[in-house]
């Protein structure tokens, strides 16, 4: 049941990224816990990418994080404990990275390795950025590539060789989303949301549902990670689309556009630490995308926009 305190800004209603609590006037706390399986099998990106994952939480909510804790579940009697090394040096090093502290953490023996954080963070209350704040007549910017799922399996597969991904993929997965965030907040930023395990659809339907209001998506204009379209048309999948495609469809779910079927499977990829979906009023739209290029965001793109009709999405 969600907690009456009034001091609990941001609960389990809209299924945020994180949790809000405010401590004083002038100053809330951010608490959010994320972990992963290993997207790859090199141990140190997977400590990267699954720390900016986490992180991510806390500058979606318009916060700075703090401090973060490790959580570990590691198999010590199967794999050598050097790997679990390089996994906290990945982990360690984003979150200095990030500006936070990392502070200790915790660790369980298990049969598959599992890695993330639990961050906590600050925001001012009066600046508290949700996914349930978008206006009609605002546009909606994406500031990383999606496709991530498919290329992670497709590398598992043997489909994708493993060299493709650490060249042009994952360095982007393991930046963190500071820069956007910091540069977002300059505007009227009216919502904020991570795309990471729903897809990108999944979580432009809790815009949709956050703001009763439509939702309409530019299939064109979504960038899209290298060799992911590729890898739909080779016939790899992932875990998580056909449920992924279930959840939109349980409300008003429209596709205009004329897609391929891999092109469909695109919009129910799940993403491992990926961009800020930023809501801003249209007339700021230009400005935003320019300053977070200028920023040195190199993506950065009007994926669609928000329009007073009944909840749902539309792709065009």
Known sequence: ???????????????????????????????????????????????????AN????????????????????????LLDMGILHDILQGG????????ACLVGGHSVDDEEPKYGLCVNGIVDPKRVITN????????????????????FNAVRSGKLPFKNLEQDILPVLASLNNIAITTALKFDLHACTDITGFGILGHLLEISLGCDARVVVD??????????????NKGETTGSNKGNRQMVNTHSFDIQASLSKAEEELLFDPQTSGGLLLSVPDSQCVDLINA????????AEKIGYVVAEPVGITVI
């Open 132 to 151: 349930a704040g978008s206006k009609p007549n605002d546009a909606l910017v994406l500031t990383k590539p999606l496709g991530s799922g498919v290329l």
């Open 219 to 232: 299939f064109n204009a979504l960038p899209f990670y290298p060799y992911a379209l590729e890898m739909y």
């Open 54 to 77: 986490s992180i991510s939480d806390i500058y979606s909510m318009g916060g700075k994080p703090l401090t973060a804790l490790n959580l570990v579940m590691f198999p010590s009697k």
């Open 292 to 299: 977070l290029k200028t920023a040195g965001i190199t993506v």
């Open 92 to 99: 360690h090093d984003k979150v200095v990275e990030a500006g």
């Open 1 to 51: 049941m969600p907690s009456s305190d009034p001091n609990l800004l941001v609960g389990i209603e809209t299924a945020d990224d994180a949790a809000v609590y405010k401590l004083t006037n002038g100053l809330a706390m951010i608490n959010t816990v994320d972990f992963i399986t290993p997207p790859v099998d090199d141990p140190y990106w997977f400590g990267q990418i699954s720390a």
